[in-house]
T-cell receptor
Framework: DTGVSQDPRHKITKRGQNVTFRCDPISEHNRLYWYRQTLGQGPEFLTYFQNEAQLEKSRLLSDRFSAERPKGSFSTLEIQRTEQGDSAMYLCASSYGQPYGYTFGSGTRLTVV | AQKVTQAQTEISVVEKEDVTLDCVYE???????LFWYKQPPSGELVFLIR??????QNEISGRYSWNFQKSTSSFNFTITASQVVDSAVYFC?????????????FGKGTKLTVNP
């Protein structure tokens, strides 16, 4: 069990560019979640997968955001045409599902300049 | 609506003091889960405890204890004899179960600073 891995840890991008983040969950976990955390706030839910199926999406996930989990393993979160308001920590987590808690990764910190 | 309120934004204590972090939640669900997570400066959220809505028994784990009271919709967290390593942001979270949703709703967190 190597935990949840996220890559990269930090990303600085210019406004308007596209960025993609990767999350590798704990291998036995079939659930994978993406959250966003801005400074001074708690994490906010973005989306979640059960295996390869995306089962829930938040209204926070605008058309510029897309997430995939091909083959039910790793997941990617892409943000197109980044805006300064996208600057945040993007957290990935995985679990066996309810009633178990999540295991979070260390996050990817995005800075849009 | 599902909501978690952590009214204390920041708390500062001196080592060995006891400290209680407050959490009040709102939900119409009868079945739900409550969590506490710790977020040290490194950024990773560390799971501390999960409690389901049918289990109001308080829990103690070493220096940590949790007081769950459905009557007041509160799930408070106490650290006894605090240590510098306890310095972190602590989040309370609610997970509701109806409709198949598995998302966690987090409070805004309480930043705890333990001074030597």
């Amino acid at each position: 069990d190597t935990g949840v891995s996220q890559d990269p840890r930090h990303k600085i991008t210019k406004r308007g560019q596209n960025v993609t983040f990767r999350c590798d969950p704990i291998s036995e976990h079939n659930r994978l979640y993406w959250y966003r955390q801005t400074l001074g706030q708690g994490p906010e839910f973005l989306t979640y997968f059960q295996n390869e199926a995306q089962l829930e999406k938040s209204r926070l996930l605008s058309d510029r955001f897309s997430a995939e989990r091909p083959k039910g393993s790793f997941s990617t979160l892409e943000i197109q045409r980044t805006e300064q308001g996208d600057s945040a920590m993007y957290l990935c987590a995985s679990s066996y599902g309810q009633p178990y808690g999540y295991t979070f990764g260390s996050g990817t910190r995005l800075t849009v300049v | 609506a599902q909501k978690v309120t952590q009214a204390q934004t920041e708390i500062s204590v001196v080592e060995k003091e006891d400290v209680t972090l407050d959490c009040v939640y709102e939900t119409r669900d009868t079945t739900y889960y409550l969590f506490w997570y710790k977020q040290p400066p490194s950024g990773e959220l560390v799971f501390l405890i999960r409690r389901n809505s049918f289990d109001e028994q308080n829990e103690i784990s070493g220096r940590y204890s949790w007081n769950f009271q459905k009557s007041t919709s509160s799930f408070n967290f106490t650290i006894t004899a605090s240590q510098v390593v306890d310095s972190a942001v602590y989040f309370c979270a609610l997970q509701f179960t109806q409709g198949g949703s598995e998302k966690l709703v987090f409070g805004k967190g309480t930043k705890l600073t333990v001074n030597p």
